[in-house]
Every structure is written in structure tokens, then in C-alpha cells.
């Protein structure tokens, strides 16, 4: 899994509701408030934010099989120390998930001090990985950056 195919993609972070995209052809596993095409017909990526429970869940959908990753990045948009959820499907069908952190232009490295992104399901299909992950706004952790809806990049 480590040499499959590592998508970083770099996109201001928006709010958008109701809007289809059309570029995976996989069903999502559940109703999203917001989404955007981050590639087009590579990558998409639906999330909605539970103001309850301070948490947000997401959705990527990649036009790839192995790891797939979604960062947070400060206000330079770069992947350098951006807080990074990545994810795999193993042969099983089983989904994985690790909060990993980068540091520079190298393989993100997996958080030393907790664990905060979880994978709930996912899925490889049709040369397509569609995982859903979620995380808090703000974790607390050293190692994380927090999600503030107005500013954050996503990586």
C-alpha cells in the first residue's frame, strides 16, 4: 500500500450546499450539507459539521485505488505541517484510517500523540476509493490544527 498511488490536492475550503457533482461514480454512504469537486473526475469530497457534538464527518471519493488522504493546512495552503487523515481499503474489504502529520515534503508521519481522524466505512470499486472519516473541530492535540470553517485549507 505504501508505494500505491499519493494524492495531494490543495483547495480553499469552501461552503457549498446543494450541489451535484457527477465525477465518482460510487453512492455515497450518507446526506452531506456541502460538497465540491476538488479534482475534476479524480476527486470529491462532501462533509457536513455537527455543531452538537463539535465534530465533522466527511466523505473523499478518489479516482484511485490504495491510500487516499485529505489535510489541514494553515493559511499557506501547503502540505508542509498540515494535519492529514489517510486511509486504504486492504484486501479484506476492511477500511483503515491514521491521523498522520507532515513534516516537510515527505511522507506524512503517523501522529505521535493521539489518534483524532476515525474511519467509519469505505469502500474500492471500479478503480475508485470512497472512504468516510470524521474528526473533531478541535482536538486539542498538538499535532492537529484546528477546523475553522471561515479560513482552513484543505490539503
Known sequence: MMNSFFLTIVVLLQIT????CISSPLRQFSTYRNVTELIENIAELWWT?????KEITFELHVKTTGWIGLGIAL???VSEDADMGIGWIDASGNVHF???HAVGFT?????STTQDWFGL??????NWTAIQFKR???TKDSMDIPIKMNNDQIV
Do not use: F
Open 17 to 20: 450546499t446543494n450541489i451535484q
Open 49 to 53: 459539521v455537527n455543531e452538537v457534538n
Open 75 to 77: 493559511d499557506n495552503g
Open 98 to 100: 491514521e491521523d498522520r
Open 107 to 111: 511522507q506524512p508521519v503517523k501522529d
Open 121 to 126: 466505512q469505505g469502500r474500492e470499486e471500479n
Open 136 to 138: 473533531s473541530l478541535d
